[in-house]
């Protein structure tokens, strides 16, 4: 694969950076666009989204693009549960659709969460995909009760997890998941550019003097008609593209200290 990385780190001591794409799978436009950044710039790995209209397509078509990359952004907002509504009746509003955001998310029974975002993985497994690693979509794992389900489903499938908050590492593998030891969260909106992209890592490796491995929360992606209809997140998609994939950006980041590595660091 061109514009490949330097897989895992080159000692036991490397402090690595994994820079993950999430919402793949949401249209074709942010599909192309993070396959392009995985393939031209520094991205490592993505998340599938499999709860939009058209997503299963959309994976079995990007997917082989960019094999060993693709986990899971699992949802309990946007979207249509997987599950049939009338058997997760607390994931699902009266029109038979999640929550728009984690804010509205209601009272959740973890059963029928469990049971959702198992069958969201095993989309991918029916697909052809063996999932890398999950996070979910809004971070709503951040929530007390959701994360002990985000737990339960890491720890069924063995695959490792996103730590969204400052303590969340620890308590992730107080519950054998797996994760980087800090996320970086704040490449979001306002200034998308590769200095500011630059900053937000150069902080967090200043703040967190003894961590050895980084995330990275990006989304890339190409504005289609799609996309208006679905997300507001729409031009920033095609400037975080254009920072991720510029050239020299990967050599700045070597000069972090930080190595470029996927969620294979975590075997």
């Known amino acids: 694969m061109s514009g490949g990385y330097e897989h895992a780190a080159t000692s036991s001591r490397a402090r690595m950076l994994i820079v993950n794409a999430d919402d793949f799978g949401l249209t074709d436009g942010v599909c192309d666009g993070i396959v392009r950044s995985i393939r031209d710039g520094i991205v490592t790995s993505t998340s599938a989204m499999v709860c939009r209209e058209g997503a299963r397509e959309r994976l079995r078509l990007w997917g082989p693009m960019i094999p ?20 997760v009746p607390s994931l699902a509003g009266p029109g038979g659709e999640f929550a728009r955001s984690r804010a509205e ?32 979509h809004h971070h709503v794992h951040a929530r007390h009760d959701i994360f002990d389900v985000f737990c339960e489903v890491a720890a069924h499938f063995g695959l490792p997890g996103r730590p969204v908050t ?36 150069n902080k967090g490796v200043e703040r967190h003097p003894g961590a050895r491995c980084f995330e990275l929360m990006c989304h890339p992606g190409f504005r289609d008609p799609p996309l208006e209809k679905v997300s507001r997140y729409i031009g920033e998609r095609e400037i975080e593209l254009g920072a991720l994939t510029a050239p020299g950006l990967r050599d700045a980041i070597t000069q972090t200290g930080l190595h470029l590595s996927s969620h294979s660091v975590f075997g």
């Open 68 to 87: 060993g990359r693709i986990g899971v952004h699992l949802q309990l907002t946007t979207g249509t549960p997987v599950l049939p509504a009338a058997q």
């Open 105 to 136: 998310v209601g009272r959740v029974i973890a059963g029928e969460l469990f049971l959702e975002w198992r069958a969201q993985v095993n989309v991918l497994f029916e697909l052809g995909i063996e999932p890398t690693h999950i996070d979910t």
């Open 166 to 201: 400052r303590d969340m590492a620890g308590r992730l593998r107080g519950a054998d998941v797996r994760c980087a030891d800090v996320a970086l969260l704040d490449w979001f909106g306002g200034e998308l550019s590769e200095k500011s992209l630059l900053g937000v890592v």
